[in-house]
């Protein structure tokens, strides 16, 4: 090799480099080399210069399959790049070759913290496409099953949010009422986590009144044990040091940016979905769109934390005004018959054929329907070309849209802030890489 190619590797010299001082002999010649020909050492401190270091993709605080690209000086990030993509979903060309009966089962697995709220809002989707009439019951228990969801997925954000900040105690209480809820959703459909409940026309099936009073029971006790938790690390000063302040993001950059439900509203834009353009029967519940004008961790941190009481007051709103009646849709066209009637009638069973295999037809055209989901706006935007399967089908998903704001958030922050900042997010990584 000839001299002019070789190269002084700078990990091996201080300012003050003499040949005794280092210990490397191919580094030693090069330096000799040099010294003899009187060439200029050029020594940097690494202490002076910045680092670049990958969070993720396999990371247990970021929340799925998320790579961050964070560029430091010491302990400070200059900048942050957060890297989508690792999951590989396809999830939104898949629903181009299958029918919308079929796609149901795939929206369990976008954000799977809070599957019954997907199934919700991809049927609401293509019932507006389809133009289908659903019952009212059947309305209702879609907003039951919606509030518990987000319950869920609340409680997994609070939960974990004060894991990644060292608090594991409320982390496995909240897994211990989250796995309530789970034994309710079993009552409910016979699935505890991928439940594919909600069908286009109503729901899989009804709920039995002691279900119902199983629901109202746990509604009862669960404000109580949520105080609780709240009690152990909402003055915790250790705790209060790692969200206070960090992460911040204006209301103007936020709405910028797309930002959507708590992330949104921590910012202190009062934006909610159910409210704005109501849908279902939330305009004939009363409840109140929490903000916090903060914009930090601990703001976005506490909109659901007091997310989850308004929901507990849907929730006893919607048992006290169930009203009785059918909970699917009597469309042969487009609805799926019951099961009892496929196996007894020849029509039923062929009709039954037809739509899953061949889905149903509507006009060409093209419908955009959102929900507010746990985590924001999640939308469905769908083209039709008239067949029984989706011309383009493209997801508004949540996840994605908020961690476009995990750069200027963390941005000017401490490393150990990042993992903070990302649970205040509360991002899956299932529906960002959709």
Known sequence: MEFQEERLDVRYLTPTATLERVWDVRQRKILARLLEKDTTVEITDPLDSTMVLNMGPQHPATHGVLRVLIQIDGETVVKCVPELGYLHRGYEKLAEHVTPYEFIPHTDRLDYIAPMSNNVAVVLAFEKLGGIEVPERAQWIRMLVAELAR???????????CMDVGAMSVFLWAFAEREKLYDIFQQICGARFTTSYTRIGGVANDIDDHVLEQIRAWAQEFPKNLKTFGKVVHRNRIFLDRLVGVGYISAEKAVQLGLTGPTLRGSGVEYDIRKMFPYLRYEDVEFDVVTYTEGDAWARYMVRIDEMFESIRIVHQ??????????????????LPRKGEIYTRMEELIMDFILINFGFRT???????????????LGFYIVSDGSGEPWRLKIRSPSAANLQGLAPMVEGSMIA?????IGSIDPVMGEADK
């Open 151 to 161: 319950i869920s997925s609340h409680l997994m954000a609070m939960g974990s949010t």
């Open 318 to 335: 919607i048992l006290d005004r169930m009203p009785k009646g059918p909970v699917m849709a009597q469309n042969p066209r487009l609805v």
């Open 363 to 377: 006009e060409p055209g093209e419908i955009y329907s959102a929900v507010e989901a746990p985590k924001g706006e």
């Open 417 to 421: 802030d990042v993992v903070a900042i």
